[in-house]
């Protein structure tokens, strides 16, 4: 049976979950850049990147970090280097590529990409929300599965195992691993099999709408945070919220 406007949708139910009630949550899957976890400080890298390569004093010189900052900015703009972004996090390569060809514009990142990039990674270069752990072990708690599904370059699990986290988490589909970015809806359909979950009982939950809010289309349900950066709270609280 097809409704007068049928909208393009990965995921076709069948005629009688359609006259189902809607099953209960028992998964939610996380993004996680800006959702649950951010990186450090822009200062924070460029200053770990100086130890690491002897060019320390070089940030102490008057006005050196703004000068960096804007040096950033404005290599990033540039149309090359944007278009180098596409597609960054579908494989090692091509996001270090990416990176590189960012970076080899800055002053005083010229000829430390490596270094930077190493630090990029470090396990403790990205943190938890002040919100983070408490809503993870609130829902293992209620007896919900909890997975990852992110646009991501390298294994994320480290900085989950890091800040002591990685045993809340109970599957990771990282894009790099399967030459895939959201809102493609293998991913989530992975994360979903990886948990014997029913989509419809899953809960995605991220700060892009149409990468994560690409879940729907995939049967899942979907929770956009805002996407202002934030470094204390997130926001998450509000998801114990929709399991009731």
Not at 9 to 23: D, G, H, N, W
Not at 138 to 145: I, M, V
Request: charged share 25%; aromatic share 8%; glycine share 8%.
């Amino acid at each position: 049976m097809h409704s007068l406007f049928d909208i393009p949708s990965a995921y076709r139910p069948t005629e009688r979950q359609m006259a189902e009630p809607v099953p209960p949550l028992t998964t939610v899957l996380f993004d996680f850049s800006n959702t649950i976890f951010h990186l450090a400080d822009l200062e924070t890298w460029l200053r770990r990147v100086g130890a690491a390569t002897g060019r320390s004093a070089l940030l102490d010189r008057d006005g050196a970090l703004d000068a960096t900052a804007r040096q950033l900015a404005e290599a990033y703009a540039r149309p090359d280097v944007a278009a180098l972004q596409t597609g960054r996090d579908l494989s090692v390569e091509r996001h270090w590529r990416a990176m590189r060809a960012w970076w080899e514009r800055v002053d005083f990142l010229r000829g430390a990409e490596e270094a930077a990039y190493d630090v990029l990674r470090a396990p403790d270069m990205w943190l938890p929300y002040r919100d983070t752990g408490p809503v993870l072990r609130a829902l293992r708690e209620r007896g919900l599965r909890i997975g990852i599904v992110s646009d991501f370059a390298w294994d994320l699990r480290v900085h989950l195992k890091h800040h002591g986290l990685d045993h809340l988490i109970e599957t990771c589909v990282l894009s790099y691993e399967l030459g895939r970015e959201k809102p493609d809806p293998e991913l989530f359909r992975t994360a979903c099999a990886a948990l014997g979950t029913d989509p419809r009982a899953a809960l995605m939950v991220g700060d892009n709408p149409v990468r994560d809010g690409g879940a729907s289309a995939s049967g899942l349900r979907a929770y956009i945070l805002p996407g202002e950066p934030r470094t204390g709270e997130r926001g998450l609280l509000p998801v114990l919220g929709l399991l009731d």
